[in-house]
T-cell receptor, first 114, second 109 residues
Framework: DGGITQSPKYLFRKEGQNVTLSCEQN?????MYWYRQDPGQGLRLIYY???????QKGDIAEGYSVSREKKESFPLTVTSAQKNPTAFYLC?????????????FGSGTRLTVV | GQQVMQIPQYQHVQEGEDFTTYCNSS?????IQWYKQRPGGHPVFLIQ?????EVKKQKRLTFQFGEAKKNSSLHITATQTTDVGTYFC?????????FGTGTRLKVLA
């Protein structure tokens, strides 16, 4: 079955540590996105990529980094510079135009700083 | 920059009552999409509207795109407990969609 997989589902991080969230898709989508969602809030865009080896900052990129070395993969690193990283992180993918079928989201990673 | 706002932010209804959420864009949109996120889950694409004044139905859900293509609405008839969740609209920006602020629906049995 085609889909988008995020791992791990739950992640605990100590303050000062970097952590990397995985996002893999087998939908042959060109575009991939990372969103942050805080409890009861909307979706805030962190980074997005329209094509391999290229990505752009979203609205809240500070303290995060990404790479897009393969079409299928778009990992997100939450660095120690991110002061309040506890949140629900959602990865999504789409065709370049995202038309007709919209974004396909992964099931998310819940990151908690302990 | 482009903004997409939704009202209301929260809505509590009794089961069987109707529900409507409204989406307003600061710019004219070529299309608009709607998503549903169940509590604890991830957003799921529901539908895309493209034409001015377009109305589409999915069972008890009715989606409408405004004549000026700057607003949209989602109406649920006779809500059920399975309708609980947050509904987001999204409009196309530059290389990405701009998601609305969302409307959280709670259905009281």
């Amino acid at each position: 079955d085609g889909g988008i997989t995020q791992s791990p589902k739950y992640l605990f991080r100590k303050e000062g540590q970097n952590v990397t969230l995985s996002c893999e898709q087998n939908l042959n989508h060109d575009a991939m996105y990372w969103y942050r969602q805080d409890p009861g809030q909307g979706l805030r865009l962190i980074y997005y990529s329209q094509i391999v080896n290229d990505f752009q900052k979203g609205d809240i990129a500070e303290g995060y980094s990404v790479s897009r070395e393969k079409k299928e993969s778009f990992p997100l690193t939450v660095t120690s510079a991110q002061k309040n990283p506890t949140a629900f992180y959602l990865c999504a993918s789409s065709t370049r135009q995202a038309s007709r079928y919209g974004y396909t989201f992964g099931s998310g990673t819940r990151l908690t700083v302990v | 920059g482009q903004q997409v706002m939704q009202i209301p932010q929260y809505q509590h209804v009794q089961e069987g009552e109707d529900f409507t959420t409204y989406c307003n864009s600061s710019t004219t949109l070529s299309n608009i999409q709607w998503y549903k996120q169940r509590p604890g889950g991830h957003p799921v694409f529901l539908i895309q509207l493209v034409k001015s004044g377009e109305v589409k139905k999915q069972k008890r859900l009715t989606f409408q795109f405004g004549e000026a293509k700057k607003n949209s609405s989602l109406h649920i008839t006779a809500t059920q407990t399975t309708d609980v969740g947050t509904y987001f609209c999204a409009g196309p920006g530059t290389y990405k969609y701009i998601f609305g602020t969302g409307t959280r629906l709670k259905v009281l049995a």
